[in-house]
């Protein structure tokens, strides 16, 4: 954040609810509270009732929380931003992405910097809280919480205030049950390929509503949709995209996980690794992830790009993982350089040509570096 905050007048730094967005914010900027503007708080919306004259005048840094509520600030940020474009003018703070906040639009190009916080990652808080950090996910007060049964209870309150209130504050006007069925449904087909008929159809909804529900949270930051990479070669390659509940913690509330007991129990605990491993990697400073697959059953996890070349990555939930078909179709189709398999165990060995096998709690912990051993 502080090297966004070099180089561009407005910076935009986005996340889901309880992410720790605001903590950032005053250990960062450490702003007077004159300098502060949190729209949920009644009081800093009456400040703002003349945008303009409110915020033209202040020096150093203007931190303005919540701004997905008041998208009409936004054009008069860009008119001050041009008036004043000292690096780090404005940090604006929101619960949803870009696109939906509205600091993503064209008239912002070249002014706007954007620093996404996803939680904590494993590198926060050291190798050890691996199991804590995948069953409680990675909102501070749900990992931090004394022990599972309050951080449970937490995370069901975060479920329950997102869907009756926080979804309406993003312009989503959906019955909170009905989003409730929905996600919970969607934890179920957590890391599997979107099929919107099928979930239209368990809905009794059209498929442009149900696609229209997972938009809406994958807006909130709360859901993931991993887009299929295309490459030009004769087979028949997936075109839908992968569905993920982006925190751990929240997907097993929504599938009445508790402990790790009932989570290495569930069905669903393949998928729930996948997906946590696949989220803490994103948080490893990457940009324009994929996965890839083919109808005939080749498939990526996961597929990123370093040093101009890419690399592939397949998460396995056990600790001694082998040389699949799928991993040298992938090697070969994709021209990959290097095929990482992030795996549960404790040591990294070599699988075979191109193909290393390497502890998640390594790679989490050490990030890309990890590679390079």
């Known amino acids: 954040m502080r090297e966004a905050m070099s180089r561009a007048p407005i910076v935009l730094l986005t996340g889901p609810r309880q992410a720790g967005k605001s903590t950032l914010a005053r250990a960062v900027v450490d702003p007077t509270p004159s300098h502060v503007f949190d729209l949920e708080d009644p009081r800093d919306d009456a400040r703002l009732a003349e945008p303009m ?207 790790m007991d009932d989570l290495l129990n569930h069905p669903k605990v393949g998928a729930s690794w996948e997906g946590f491993v696949i989220e803490q990697i994103l948080l490893l400073d990457v940009s324009d992830p994929w996965y890839w697959a083919t109808h005939a059953g080749a498939e990526l996890d996961l597929l990123v790009h370093s040093a101009g070349r890419p690399v592939g990555l397949e998460v396995k939930r056990t600790d001694r993982p082998r040389v699949t078909l799928s991993m040298r179709h992938a090697l070969e189709d994709l021209e990959l350089g290097r095929l990482v398999v992030v795996h549960a165990g404790e040591q990294a060995f070599r699988l075979a040509e191109r193909i290393d096998a390497i502890p998640a709690r390594v790679l989490l912990t050490e990030g890309w570096s990890a590679l390079d051993r």
């Open 53 to 259: 004259l409110a915020l033209r005048e202040l020096d150093g840094t203007v931190v303005i929380d919540e701004a997905q509520r008041r998208q009409d600030l936004f054009p008069l940020l860009r008119v001050l931003a041009d008036e004043d474009d000292r690096p780090g003018r404005f940090l604006v703070l929101g619960s949803a992405s870009p696109d939906l906040v509205g600091l993503a639009s064209e008239s912002l190009a070249g002014r706007v910097a954007l620093v996404e916080l996803g939680g904590f990652r494993l590198a926060d808080l050291g190798p050890d809280a691996l199991g804590d950090l995948w069953l409680r996910g990675g909102l501070p007060r749900s990992v931090l919480a004394t022990d599972d049964g309050r951080s449970a209870a937490w995370r069901d309150d975060y479920i329950r205030t997102f869907l009756e209130r926080d979804l309406a504050t993003l312009g989503v006007r959906v019955p909170a049950t009905t989003m409730r069925r929905f996600w919970t449904m969607l934890a179920h087909y957590h890391g599997q390929t979107w099929n919107g008929s099928e979930l239209a159809r368990a809905l009794g909804v059209s498929q442009p509503t149900v696609a229209r529900y997972l938009d809406a949270l994958s807006d909130a930051l709360v859901v993931r949709q991993l887009q299929p990479w295309f490459v030009n070669i004769a087979k028949r390659q997936v075109r839908a995209p992968k569905v993920y509940v982006r925190d751990s913690g929240l997907l097993h509330r929504l599938l009445a996980i508790g402990t």
